[in-house]
Nanobody, 126 residues
Framework: QVQLVESGGGLVQAGGSLRLSCAASGRTFSSYDMGWFRQASGKEREFVAAISWSGGVTYYADSVRGRFTISRDNAKNTIALQMNSLKPEDTAVYYC???????????????????WGQGTQVTVSS
């Protein structure tokens, strides 16, 4: 079992930066592929970024590539999402998720992740 807790959300002006963190409990964290998803009000959940269990492979949605960076620290059981050049359309609740055996396009598929955090709100003002 893995429990996930996100933090770091808030209100920021367009062009600004935020760093989200996700703390995981459980001794097997390092065996999980991790992802970030977001859901804007009235919209479906969408994939943002993912990182392999080792941290060696990262994967991004086209909408955030070049602006967001996902990372993990297996020694500290944490992952992070550094978000730069934020836009109003990045406004959403951001969730971290954990899953196993995810590769390629499967990383985009939220239904394949086993554990989810409660989410953290990110609001970007114009």
């Amino acid at each position: 079992q893995v429990q996930l807790v996100e933090s770091g959300g808030g209100l920021v002006q367009a062009g600004g930066s935020l760093r989200l963190s996700c703390a995981a409990s459980g001794r097997t964290f390092s065996s999980y592929d991790m992802g970030w998803f977001r859901q804007a009000s009235g919209k479906e959940r969408e994939f943002v970024a993912a990182i392999s269990w080792s941290g060696g492979v990262t994967y991004y949605a086209d909408s955030v590539r070049g602006r967001f960076t996902i990372s993990r620290d297996n020694a500290k059981n944490t992952i992070a999402l550094q978000m730069n050049s934020l836009k109003p359309e990045d406004t959403a609740v951001y969730y971290c998720a954990a899953g196993k055996g995810l590769a390629g396009s499967r990383r985009r598929m939220g239904q394949l992740y086993d554990y989810w955090g409660q989410g953290t709100q990110v609001t970007v003002s114009s």
